[in-house]
């Protein structure tokens, strides 16, 4: 992966960095910050060098030029951060001149999501080189992230994404032992790469939330009304199989009769779940069971609630494992997604290692797939 120590000079020329400022706005403002402000090191660097900048991101996903996609409100917020004016430039063709200018959402192209030559020519005609720093963009094949790259001179990895790939390949060929993955989310379906790939190397493996239901059904147990991915029952199977005792699965459950945040929480201290009640969270041996792993641990990954921790009487068990994940002295890394929402609502976020601000892209590079965007910086 070609990084910015191998861009070479570049004061005086023109950058087209991508990064990834797929903010949430409240009111037409930006309401979370962590993505522009984990962009900064590049974006400083390469000023700091002497180079001009165009940012190119994409905002949710517009159908058409929705207003309500804008980057407007992002570029007034990293005005502020930098004390520089960001100029925003509507189109491609009108690009204004300036140290600092953002590109309108790119996604207001209809060629971007379609990795189109056209737009990857244009684009590429912008800048004398290229940036990407969209680790959460990486696992997609689109023009600003695939097809600019062969339009322009030089291309490298911004710091953001290669702390991102450095971190997360780290923890798999070289972690501190015991490296303890926490696996946890709605569907087993989603996550069995990467418990794949943990099972390879991972010394335990913590199972949670309502992919729990799975393996329980695959071992024949009751799972009442709960959560339970049908097609996740055969590669839960699967992975219990090649464990070797390494999957670790829920020891008693907080059960409730729906999924609503005024159902009544039950204590239940077996692993069958009765009918017309469902599992909404691990009960609290379990979660000191994975407490105390996760205390013992040299490198902790999390990916996935261990419950419906957005509904109060539900959120326990994955605040325990959220605390413990703060307390460790072990290196901890974080995956993005759910996992980095409850941190957040917890207060712990600031606790964590490495915060990963791609969710879908971080279980990619685990599973070992390759992300298009880092292929063509190789
Ligand atoms: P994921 O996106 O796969 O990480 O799943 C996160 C979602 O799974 C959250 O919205 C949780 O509310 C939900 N979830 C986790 N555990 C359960 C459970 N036992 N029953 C119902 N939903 C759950």
Not at 359 to 365: E, N, P
Request: proline share 5%; hydrophobic share 45%; aromatic share 4%.
């Amino acid at each position: 992966m070609r990084t910015l120590d191998d861009l070479g000079a570049v004061e005086g020329l023109r950058g087209l960095v991508r990064v990834d400022f797929n903010v949430p706005l409240a009111d037409g403002a930006v309401s979370d910050d962590a993505r522009i402000r984990a962009a900064l090191p590049t974006i400083e660097e390469l000023r700091g060098r002497g180079a001009r900048l165009l940012l190119v991101s994409h905002l949710g996903r517009p159908k058409e030029r929705e207003p309500k996609y804008s980057l407007a409100p992002v570029a007034a917020y990293l005005a502020d951060l930098l004390g520089v004016e960001v100029g925003l430039a509507t189109d491609l063709d009108s690009v204004p001149d300036g140290d600092v200018v953002m590109l309108e959402n790119i996604r207001y192209e209809p060629g971007e999501t379609k990795n189109d030559p056209a737009l990857s020519a244009r684009l590429g005609a912008l800048a004398d080189f290229y940036v990407n720093d969209a680790f959460g963009a990486a696992h997609r094949a689109h023009a600003s992230t695939v097809g600019v790259v062969a339009h322009v001179g030089t291309s490298a990895a911004g710091r953001l994404l290669q702390r991102e790939v450095e971190t997360l390949t780290g923890i798999l060929a070289d972690p501190g032992r015991p490296l303890v993955a926490i696996v946890g989310g709605a569907k087993v379906t989603d996550k069995i790469g990467v418990i794949d790939a943990f099972l390879k190397v991972a010394d335990t493996i913590l199972i949670g939330g309502a992919m729990s239901y799975p393996f329980f059904r695959s071992q024949g147990h009751a799972v009442g009304g709960s959560l339970c991915e049908a097609e996740g029952v055969e590669p839960a199977a699967r992975a219990l199989a090649q464990a070797g005792g390494k999957l670790r699965l829920p020891v008693d459950h907080v059960l409730g009769a729906e999924f609503s945040a005024d159902t009544e929480a039950i204590g239940h201290d077996e692993i069958d779940v009765p009918d017309g009640l469902m599992g909404l969270d691990i009960g609290p041996r379990t979660a000191a069971l994975y407490a105390a792993e996760i205390a013992s641990a040299g490198t902790v990954f999390w990916n996935g609630p261990m419950g419906a921790f957005e509904l109060p009487p539900f959120a326990a068990g994955t605040r325990a494992v959220a605390e413990a994940v703060a307390a460790t002295d072990a290196v901890t890394v974080v995956g993005g997604g759910d996992s980095a929402a409850a941190l957040a609502q917890f207060g712990l976020d600031d606790r964590i290692t490495h915060m990963s601000t791609g969710g879908g892209a971080s279980l990619q590079l685990l599973e070992g797939k390759t992300l298009p965007g880092l292929e063509v910086l190789s």
